[in-house]
């Protein structure tokens, strides 16, 4: 089989194929045992420079491509929008042309704005990496999750991955809904009318099929892994939701135990202990994989600085 044409950006998941999310996805199973110290750093991209740009909150997305870039020997500015320019006024746009021109090789940028990392790919030369935009899309947090599945029930071909809680608002669930369809698994999306708009529906291009549910009790026993998400608070959701979504949509431990034996349960963080998700379900070590979904954060984005940075 060939290999696809290079990776000029990456910016979302929507529109990648199933070879190319594959051959991400090869790449990082070679870099696991280096992303968390069983092998030695691959260390092929010293002299490059990366730069950071995270003008919204991150704790694992910033952190993970930090340690990325630097097992991959590469050096990393990080830069936040409280102490960069952009508290006093400069764009995202002439933030990162500045960034070009002193030559930084790559570009990961994670804005509130969504599109800002298509603005960025439109007008820069550089390799530009979205570690989210508003709403839109979270591509390295929907390959870590697509890696994380395939290591916990091999193919996703046919399965059923329910994502529950606020859809409307997340990101994580649209590079989700993308890369899972492609690679051949249904998904279900499950929550209040007001958080899973009818319209996701027919977001993705299959194989795979999405539909809708508004009782997570009815799905529970049918799926094969279940995602669930924080209402996200930040993007003015679920406003007086909280006690009336955790006895609906919270995961505790009577709806885990009505899931098929090998199910698995994933969460992108930040949790919110209590609320989404019971802490004995998150720290169950039979059925959590919140934690290697972590891991594999590592790896993934290692195999996404190598590819961009290969040119
Ligand atoms: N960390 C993920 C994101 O940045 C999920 C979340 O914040 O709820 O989208």
Same mark, same amino acid.
């Given at each position: 089989?060939?290999s696809?044409?290079?990776?000029?950006?990456?910016?979302?998941?929507?529109?990648?194929?199933?070879?190319?999310?594959?051959?991400? %996805?090869?790449?990082?199973?070679?870099?696991?045992?280096?992303?968390?110290?069983?092998?030695?750093?691959p260390?092929?991209?010293?002299?490059?420079?990366?730069?950071?740009?995270?003008?919204?909150?991150?704790?694992?997305?910033?952190?993970?491509?930090?340690?990325?870039a630097?097992?991959?020997?590469?050096?990393?500015?990080?830069?936040?929008?409280?102490?960069?320019?952009a508290s006093?006024?400069?764009? %995202?746009?002439?933030?990162?042309?500045?960034?070009?021109?002193?030559?930084?090789? =790559?570009?990961?940028?994670?804005?509130?704005?969504?599109?800002?990392?298509?603005?960025?790919?439109?007008?820069?030369?550089?390799?530009?990496?979205?570690?989210?935009?508003?709403?839109?899309?979270?591509?390295?947090?929907?390959? %870590?999750?697509?890696?994380?599945?395939q290591k916990?029930?091999?193919?996703l071909?046919?399965?059923?991955?329910?994502?529950?809680?606020?859809?409307?608002?997340?990101?994580?669930?649209?590079?989700?809904?993308?890369?899972l369809? =492609?690679?051949?698994a249904?998904?279900?999306?499950?929550g209040?009318?007001?958080?899973?708009?009818?319209?996701?529906?027919?977001?993705?291009?299959?194989?795979?099929?999405?539909?809708?549910?508004?009782?997570?009790?009815?799905?529970?026993?049918?799926?094969?892994?279940?995602?669930?998400?924080?209402?996200?608070?930040?993007?003015? =959701?679920?406003?007086?939701l =909280?006690?009336?979504?955790?006895?609906?949509?919270?995961?505790?431990?009577?709806?885990?135990?009505?899931?098929?034996?090998?199910?698995?349960?994933?969460?992108?963080?930040?949790?919110?202990?209590?609320?989404?998700?019971?802490?004995?379900?998150?720290?169950?070590?039979?059925?959590?994989?919140?934690?290697?979904?972590?891991?594999?954060?590592?790896?993934?984005?290692?195999?996404?600085?190598?590819?961009?940075?290969?040119?």
């Open positions: 089989m060939s696809p044409p290079r990776l000029p950006h990456l910016l979302g998941l929507e529109g990648l194929d199933a070879p190319r999310i594959e051959e991400l %996805l090869e790449r990082s199973r070679l870099f696991l045992p280096a992303a968390v110290g069983h092998a030695p750093p260390g092929h991209h010293a002299h490059r420079m990366v730069a950071n740009l995270f003008f919204e909150d991150s704790t694992r997305t910033r952190s993970s491509f930090a340690r990325a630097m097992l991959l020997g590469a050096k990393v500015v990080d830069l936040l929008e409280s102490g960069s320019s006093k006024g400069e764009t %995202l746009l002439d933030t990162a042309l500045n960034l070009q021109a002193m030559g930084f090789d =790559a570009l990961v940028v994670r804005t509130a704005a969504s599109g800002g990392p298509h603005l960025l790919a439109a007008h820069l030369r550089k390799p530009i990496v979205s570690a989210g935009d508003g709403r839109h899309e979270h591509p390295t947090q929907g390959l %870590l999750d697509l890696l994380t599945l916990a029930l091999n193919s071909q046919g399965r059923v991955v329910a994502i529950v809680g606020d859809i409307a608002n997340s990101r994580v669930a649209r590079s989700d809904i993308h890369g369809t =492609a690679l051949g249904d998904v279900v999306l499950v209040p009318p007001t958080l899973v708009p009818a319209a996701l529906r027919s977001i993705a291009d299959g194989p795979g099929r999405v539909w809708i549910e508004h009782d997570l009790d009815r799905v529970l026993g049918e799926v094969d892994a279940l995602i669930t998400l924080r209402v996200q608070m930040e993007r003015a =959701a679920g406003t007086g =909280a006690g009336d979504f955790r006895a609906m949509y919270g995961l505790n431990t009577f709806r885990a135990g009505r899931m098929k034996p090998h199910a698995v349960i994933m969460h992108p963080g930040p949790m919110n202990r209590g609320q989404e998700i019971e802490s004995l379900v998150a720290d169950d070590p039979t059925r959590s994989v919140i934690l290697q979904q972590v891991t594999h954060g590592v790896a993934v984005r290692m195999a996404v600085l190598d590819a961009l940075l290969a040119s």
